[in-house]
């Protein structure tokens, strides 16, 4: 390398004595360029440049023919002269700029953040679908034994092999277990007298047992359940001991046919049977998968059987042995399938894959088992009812998930066999309790910042009582407040966990990764939220602090003005607010914001044209309260209709009637508006008496109740005069009207009115005064039968 080093070096210092002899030289100089220019002039007129190779081949290698017609060139003065206008004439040529690329619209910045948790997020489903369908292929070789079965199908001899072994299999057994059934004739006497001898003290129930406490030199001062459990415990194991000769021996016993059968399987196989390799080992891995079957049920038998060890209830005892003997003739027989069949030919992938599957089937059963079990289990985890505290939370917790727990340590058991994984069951353990630790630190720091939390938002009764609305406000954003900070606690707490479990989650975080940039987002969007929150918070306490000062202070048509204007002041506040917070929290998730105000802008032109009556509406509503023509509670007769005005909107005004039915009307239908609530009402007065009447005594009557009446207290507040009589208004042959009014309130209008022709009417009866009635009375004479009689006589007479 040194040596190339160095010959590079001298060759570069050869090129610059080169350049420096020659180039430099102003006689040799233009020459050097014609020539140059002649020999790229046929690449110019190509279509397109050659290789790379090709062209520095070509400039290498010069023909005579291109000498000669540069020699011909500059030996001609007229040739040199339009060479050299042409080369002037390319490098003047303008350069030609490339057509600038159509950039279409895109929602999301190339180096935004929303743009860059999109290329995470891909990338990190792409890698765990890559490591999801290496495992698959690591755990399912089953292609293997697909092949092998079609290929022991169709191999004549492996017929003649599988015949073979399958008459020396059954000769095997069949001798096997005619010595097998002999040897347990022989042993179901023995086991039937230790069953008998069993004693009766270990055989009674633990609750029966009087088992006297051992010695001791301190005084017992236990309570009584403390005494009774520690006693029963006593009790069972006691009994225990005093089972366990017996059961063992009956272990013995029960074990006795199966070495018989293996002894004789053995033996067997010591013959012509097994000279063959292959079938002797076929059948000695048949011979132990039963025997080891047989001596694992008979050890569950000894341990939790009716004559077991451990004594336990009759349905759990065979609860026990049904499990047990399913899970031992799945687990054993699928093991010694596999064997069989890797002897036969089967590939080392496909055995692997066979065996997976068979502790795959068998941990699944264990998982059918905790879940059909997690009730009792949970029952004897919980804590006694009325027990408190720490210890007590704790244990109703785990009650309530331990058959996750469970399943998910099963299934985690399994996939560390099953992968093969290095120090597997150490990293499981550390996982295990690096994930208990987590869950309980996390826990604890909630619980700790939520009470710290709690206490904060308590209000004194100072602070309560200058703002009385402050309470409903804060439990309004508590439960937000809690929620927040959970997640925010879970958060670091899914970190942290993903620390324990190998992933190195921290370096997301650091400058410039894509967790420092979300965290800066959430923070950023966090404090316009809370500043929007605080805003909206004080506007409306300011408002209704208003509206409370002034009806406080009387002035109670400028509090019910400024509480008509709130809602309308208020959603356009909520408008604005989210707006802001929601353009702010796109921008900082790298949405392009312009595209969307420009689409608002051209949506609310297109919505301003086609809907022209909504837009009338804002504006004759915006009007109508600007002038303070209604308010709430005003008693209004507007398009025909009246009521008690109960809201009113930024586009609607809500009355109710007096039957009690809504109306809804919109501004834009409301053309003339009759508002009896403007602070005076006057009662009319118009009274119709006969014409016989005198109407000043009337007029007096009138004037007395009015002054009755305003001296009641009743009334008194509604009533701003006396009555102002205007006099006889008609007069005509049947009656004379008097009429006149009552100044009164706007709220006293019609109370006073009605009261007033209530006493009217009863003050005439008393003065006997006739009120005229309503229609025309028409009297008519009837005459008699004589004065017909009578008025006839003349006229015949005359006629």
Same mark, same amino acid.
Request: glycine residues 8%.
């Given at each position: ?27 040799? *100089? ?10 790229? !002039? ?29 020699? $011909? ?23 030609? #700029? ?10 999301? @910045? ?20 890559? $490591? ?28 003649? #092999? ?63 359940? @403390? ?25 013995? !016993? ?27 080992? =076929? ?31 009759? $349905? ?25 069949? !890797? ?13 997976? *599957? ?71 353990? #550390? ?67 993903? @620390? ?39 506007? +409306? ?20 003005? !400024? ?27 790298? =949405? ?23 837009? #009338? ?93 305003? +001296? ?11 009555? $102002? ?44 005064? @006739? ?29």
């Amino acid at each position: 390398m040194t040596q190339a080093r160095r010959r590079g070096r001298s060759g570069f210092a050869v090129g610059r004595i080169f350049f420096k002899e020659v180039f430099v030289s102003h006689k040799l *100089l233009p020459s050097i360029l014609l020539v140059c220019a002649l020999l790229s !002039l046929p690449a110019f007129a190509q279509p397109a440049a050659p290789p790379a190779s090709s062209v520095a081949d070509k400039a290498g290698a010069l023909t005579p023919e291109q000498a000669k017609r540069a020699l $011909e060139t500059l030996s001609d003065d007229k040739k040199r002269a339009e060479m050299i206008e042409t080369l002037r004439a390319v490098a003047n040529a303008p350069q030609q #700029q490339a057509a600038p690329e159509n950039k279409s619209a895109v929602p999301l @910045e190339a180096d935004s953040l929303g743009a860059q948790l999109l290329l995470m997020v891909s990338e990190q489903v792409r890698e765990i679908s890559r $490591e999801v369908a290496d495992i698959a292929r690591t755990l399912t070789h089953y292609r293997a034994f697909y092949w092998w079965f079609l290929r022991t199908a169709q191999d004549p001899s492996a017929y003649h #092999q599988l015949f073979d072994i399958a008459w020396k299999l059954a000769l095997v057994f069949l001798c096997a277990f005619a010595a097998e059934w002999l040897a347990f004739r022989l042993i179901k006497r023995p086991v039937a007298l230790l069953e008998a001898r069993l004693p009766q003290a270990a055989r009674a129930p633990a609750q029966t047992l009087a088992v006297a406490d051992p010695p001791s030199s301190v005084a017992d001062v236990t309570a009584a359940p @403390e005494l009774q459990r520690r006693r029963l415990g006593l009790a069972r194991a006691w009994q225990s001991l005093v089972r366990l000769p017996f059961v063992l021996g009956r272990l013995l !016993l029960e074990l006795l046919p199966v070495l018989v059968f293996l002894g004789i399987a053995t033996m067997l196989l010591g013959t012509e049977i097994g000279d063959l390799p292959t079938p002797r080992l =076929v059948i000695l891995a048949v011979v132990n998968a039963y025997a080891l079957s047989r001596v694992l049920i008979c050890v569950v038998g000894g341990l939790a059987g009716p004559f077991g060890l451990f004594r336990v209830r009759a $349905e759990t005892a065979v609860y026990i042995e049904i499990w047990a003997r399913r899970i031992v003739a799945v687990g054993v027989s699928g093991i010694a399938f596999a064997n069989v069949a !890797l002897l036969l030919g089967l590939h080392r992938a496909g055995y692997a894959a066979l065996l997976r *599957l068979v502790m795959l089937v068998v941990h699944l059963f264990i998982v059918v088992i905790i879940l059909q079990c997690r009730r009792p289990v949970a029952d004897a985890i919980r804590a006694p009812a009325g027990r408190e505290g720490a210890a007590a939370r704790v244990r109703n917790r785990v009650a309530g998930l331990w058959h996750y727990l469970a399943i998910a340590l099963d299934l985690a058991l399994w996939a560390v066999w099953a992968l093969n994984i290095r120090n597997g069951y150490a990293l499981l353990l #550390q996982y295990f309790v690096g994930t208990i630790a987590v869950a309980l630190i996390v826990r604890l720091a909630t619980m700790l910042v939520l009470s710290l939390i709690d206490r904060g938002f308590r209000i004194s009764p100072d602070l309560l009582h200058r703002f009385p609305g402050l309470e409903t406000r804060a439990n309004r954003y508590l439960p937000l407040l809690r929620n927040i900070i959970s997640a925010a606690i879970a958060f670091i707490g899914l970190v942290a966990l993903l @620390e324990v479990w190998g992933v190195d989650a921290i370096v997301w975080f650091y400058g410039g990764q894509i967790g420092s940039r979300l965290l800066s987002a959430v923070v950023t969007i966090g404090i316009a939220a809370l500043a929007a929150a605080a805003i909206w918070e004080i506007s +409306n306490a300011l408002m209704d602090r208003k509206i409370s000062a002034l009806s406080r202070d009387g002035h109670y048509v400028r509090a019910a003005r !400024l509480r008509t204007f709130q809602p309308m002041l208020r959603t356009a506040l909520l408008c604005l607010i989210v707006t802001v917070v929601g353009l702010t929290a796109l921008s900082e998730i790298g =949405v392009n914001v312009a595209p969307l105000l420009a689409g608002a802008g051209i949506v609310g032109i297109a919505i301003g044209f086609g809907s022209q009556k909504l837009v #009338q509406d804002l504006i004759t509503g915006l009007f109508l309260l600007l002038e303070n023509t209604v308010q709430v509670g005003d008693n209004v007769t507007l398009s025909g209709l009246s009521g008690v005005v109960e809201n009113v909107s930024i586009r609607t005004l809500r009355l109710r009637a007096g039957d009690g039915s809504v109306h809804i009307v919109p501004f834009s239908a409301v053309t003339t508006i009759t508002n009896s609530s403007r602070g005076a009402g006057n009662a009319a007065v118009s009274v119709n008496v006969s014409y016989k009447e005198d109407t000043d005594r009337a007029g007096e009557i009138l004037k007395d109740i009015v002054a009755e009446m305003r +001296n009641e207290p009743e009334y008194r507040h509604l009533i701003r005069g006396d009555l $102002e009589l205007w006099g006889v208004d008609k007069v005509d042959g049947s009656m004379a009207s008097i009429v006149g009014q009552i100044r009164c309130t706007d709220a006293g209008r019609w109370p006073v009115q009605r009261e007033f022709n209530r006493r009217m009417k009863r003050r005439f009866q008393e003065r006997g005064i @006739e009120i005229a009635p309503g229609g025309q009375t028409i009297l008519m004479q009837v005459p008699t039968s004589a004065e017909i009689a009578s008025d006839a006589m003349p006229r015949r007479a005359a006629g």
